[in-house]
Each structure stands twice: as C-alpha cells, then as structure tokens.
C-alpha cells in the first residue's frame, strides 16, 4: 500500500516532475552509448593503431655520442 500511495503521490504532485526527467534523459544517454560505443571503438582503435605507426616511422633517434 505504502508503494501505491507513494506511485500516485508522484503522478499527481509535481515536486518529482524534474527528477523523473533527469532520470529519463540520463538513461537515454545510456541507451545511445550502448548502441553507438562499438563502431565507435572499432573506429578509434583503427585510427590511434594507424597514427601509433606513422609516429614510428617518423621518429630517427638521436646519435649517441
């Protein structure tokens, strides 16, 4: 009962209004990075290996004296 009491309590009041609409926002922000996080990886992984090697090629170390 004290659940019910508590479900309509914040249908009906506003005062919880900005809190639910965070929390909505915040799990769509979750949902989306789910979904998108692994092309994402898969893309940046290919970029940051690729410039890793360039950098290797470029780099001649000094001359030891």
């Keep these: 009962?004290?659940?019910h009491?508590?479900?309509?309590?914040?249908?009906?009041?506003?005062?919880?209004?900005?809190?639910?609409?965070?929390?909505?926002?915040?799990?769509g922000i979750a949902i989306l990075s789910v979904a998108i996080f692994p092309s994402i990886r898969?893309?940046?992984?290919?970029?940051?290996?690729?410039?890793?090697a360039q950098v290797q090629a470029i780099w001649v170390p000094n001359d030891p004296l």
Aim: one cysteine or more; hydrophobic letters at 50%.
């Design 1 to 3: 009962m004290v659940i």
């Design 5 to 27: 009491a508590s479900i309509s309590r914040l249908i009906c009041e506003e005062d919880g209004q900005d809190l639910i609409e965070y929390a909505l926002l915040a799990l």
């Design 42 to 52: 898969t893309k940046m992984g290919t970029a940051f290996s690729s410039w890793g």
